[in-house]
């Protein structure tokens, strides 16, 4: 599974962002094609090879005449939507400037559609958002990862006059999302950097063993002295039997709930995206029996999980738990067999692979050849070892 690892050791920017991609091997004329279903007029992207330490780097720059034009996030949105895109490329757009919306609403205190993006709203951001999703896809990355955000010092002076560094908008974006404060006295990771990279990417917690395949350096404008300014992108292949995650355990004791609840509840968190879940029977204080409730999730997942339990049990609180996981590597593969097309699960391991026929797959066929789900599975686990060695 080809992924993407973000590596914002000196900030990040749009224009550090498309030249790392190039730098990754995007084709940069594929690239300025693609861009052209923007349908935006009045710029010029160009490329150059600049040094930064000693380091050669890519640096993209989006030449244009258009000067803080200011635009909501409608105007921007409706750009998007003519363009002729696909619908990923368009969705992580929005998702992007909607997220600068809401960071500039909250800096300035008024409601994400009345905020005049300025020189977010100008051709060169909506390039540089634009085409990093574009470069993104163009790479067939299927997972996007990034290391702390390094934010700088001092001031930078904006549209909206004199702002510390990291701006108001920056700090907002990074919050939740680990970062590194240098003791530098410039502007690091502007609002367009900080939004692709948090909007699109999830932060690198886990140790990985990773096999990469290239490696990028987007270059930003300063030539700084106190470190080499450009981001640096890994692409690479997981690599070894197992892969690496963050889960979320969630408990809670119940102890005067109607038992036929649990199965809505089940239900429920599963369609929310619970990963597992199970009940324990557990001796109370005061020696009254409960239920001890485990949900397994995504640490995204944690406030709808939240809610919905809240919502639906008679729990008054419960306990959060932020695990490490091995897995083993996965996937899926429809195989056809003589009691017909079945769903398998594959875990490899080793240099082998086990095969796992998926439950609801095993029943349908139980029922139609009228078998015991048991029999079954064990004649359709060996006969997939059979099928897949020859």
Do not use: W
Request: proline content about 4%; aromatic content about 8%.
């Amino acid at each position: 599974m080809k992924t993407l690892i973000f590596d914002p050791f000196s900030g990040c920017a749009g224009d550090m962002i498309l030249g790392a991609m190039v730098s990754a091997g995007v084709d940069f004329g594929a690239l300025k094609s693609e861009l052209k279903k923007l349908n935006l007029g009045n710029y010029t992207l160009e490329k150059s090879e600049v040094m930064r330490h000693h380091i050669s780097s890519v640096k993209v720059d989006v030449k244009t005449g258009e000067e803080h034009a200011h635009r909501h996030l409608k105007d921007i949105y409706e750009i998007i939507d003519k363009s002729s895109f696909g619908e990923t490329i368009k969705d992580n757009a929005r998702r992007i400037f909607s997220r600068l919306a809401d960071a500039e609403s909250v800096a300035h205190n008024t409601s994400p559609e009345k905020i005049h993006f300025h020189e977010v709203g100008a051709v060169d951001a909506i390039v540089d958002i634009v085409g990093s999703c574009v470069a993104i896809e163009m790479l067939g990355v299927e997972k996007v990862y990034s290391r702390p955000i390094s934010l700088g010092g001092g001031f930078i002076k904006a549209a909206h006059g004199n702002m510390p560094v990291p701006a108001p908008a920056t700090a907002e974006l990074v919050k939740g999302f680990p970062t590194v404060f240098r003791k530098v006295n410039h502007e690091l990771t502007t609002p367009t950097g900080a939004a692709v990279i948090t909007t699109l990417a999830k932060p690198l917690q886990n140790i990985a063993e990773y096999e990469i395949e290239s490696i990028g350096y987007g270059a930003g404008s300063r030539d700084l002295e106190e470190l080499p300014n450009f981001l640096r992108v890994f692409v690479a292949d997981p690599s070894g039997s197992y892969e690496y995650d963050k889960i979320l355990q969630i408990e809670t004791n119940i102890d005067n709930q109607n038992p036929e609840v649990f199965s809505f509840i089940f239900e429920g968190l599963f369609e929310l995206g619970a990963k597992d879940l199970f009940t324990v029977p557990i001796q109370m204080k005061k020696n009254r029996p409960g239920t001890l409730l485990t949900v397994l999730c995504s640490p995204d997942d944690k406030d709808k999980m939240t809610e919905f339990i809240f919502a639906n049990s008679t729990t008054s609180g419960m306990r959060y738990c932020l695990l490490d996981r091995t897995k083993l590597k996965r996937s899926s593969e429809m195989i056809e067999t003589s009691f017909g097309p079945v769903k398998t699960k594959v875990y490899h391991f080793a240099g082998k692979e086990r095969y796992y026929p998926e439950y609801e797959d095993l029943k349908r066929l139980a029922f139609e050849h009228k078998i015991s789900i048991i029999d079954l599975n064990h004649k359709l686990q060996f006969e997939i070892k059979k099928i897949k060695e020859f």
